[in-house]
């Protein structure tokens, strides 16, 4: 295989870096910066493409042309081992295989306001970090078919799908009592999640797709739960479930 491994203090890409069959690898005690336009592409059937760093940026690429590309059943993963991951509209697009962004000491974010998604993708996607997003720019997915999101500490969650409804299950897990609110628009009309601090699930609206909520540590309370023909899964580890 054709694979590509680049280690530095810090890595910063302004010209385009692929692989037609291999795994590509950047690591950067520092910061990872890959330019507007710029493409980093992997080989696809059973590759990885994995960023680590303190922080990543991602810049923007377009509908035609992601920044972060690894497609058929390629794995991509963005491991921010002490800061943030920043992505710009259509940073990333994989095929079936997993979309993993590890940033559980900072945060997830978007100057996106508009329509354009971040990710692409027809496959599973697992965000870990403290916030993700922001009231005015939410981090949109596109195509994903299962969503796992891990919130890590104090900070608010705004995401939302592009496209109709794929999600069929969405998970999310809460490490701590008071860590903030929960926005997930899966559809722009109908299927929403709205979680707010402390817990309080005001609203699960997810249409035949499984909904999982977990609180590591304190009480849920219930609100309106609705998954037609899917399973409901609450756990409350250090907790109880609340009917309010």
Do not use: K, W
Not at 5 to 24: E, K, P, Q, R
Not at 134 to 153: K, N, P
Not at 200 to 219: K, L, P, S
């Amino acid at each position: 295989t054709d694979d590509i491994v680049i280690g530095h203090d810090s890595v910063d890409l302004n010209a385009g870096l692929s692989t037609t069959s291999g795994d590509i690898q950047l690591q950067a005690t520092g910061t990872v910066t890959i330019g507007d336009q710029r493409r980093v592409i992997a080989g696809g059937v059973g590759t990885s493409l994995s960023i680590e760093a303190s922080d990543i940026n991602v810049g923007a690429g377009t509908a035609m042309d992601a920044t972060i590309q690894n497609l058929a059943n390629g794995s991509v993963t963005l491991l921010a081992t002490s800061g943030s991951v920043a992505l710009n509209q259509y940073g990333i697009e994989s095929g079936s295989g997993t979309v993993l962004i590890d940033a559980r000491s900072g945060g997830i974010s978007t100057n996106v306001t508009a329509v354009p998604t971040e990710i692409l993708t027809a496959g599973h996607v697992e965000l870990d970090a403290t916030t993700i997003g922001s009231v005015g720019s939410r981090l949109d997915l596109e195509g994903a078919t299962s969503l796992v999101i891990t919130d890590t500490g104090a900070g608010n969650i705004h995401l939302g799908q592009a496209d109709a409804v794929t999600v069929n299950s969405t998970t999310i897990t809460v490490e701590g009592a008071n860590f903030g609110d929960i926005n997930v628009a899966l559809d722009r009309d109908t299927d929403n999640i709205a979680i707010l601090d402390g817990h309080q699930i005001t609203e699960a609206r997810h249409t035949d797709g499984r909904f999982e909520y977990n609180a590591v540590v304190g009480d849920i309370r219930l609100g309106e739960i609705e998954t037609g023909n899917a399973d409901i899964v609450l756990v409350a580890s250090d907790g109880a479930i609340l009917d309010t």
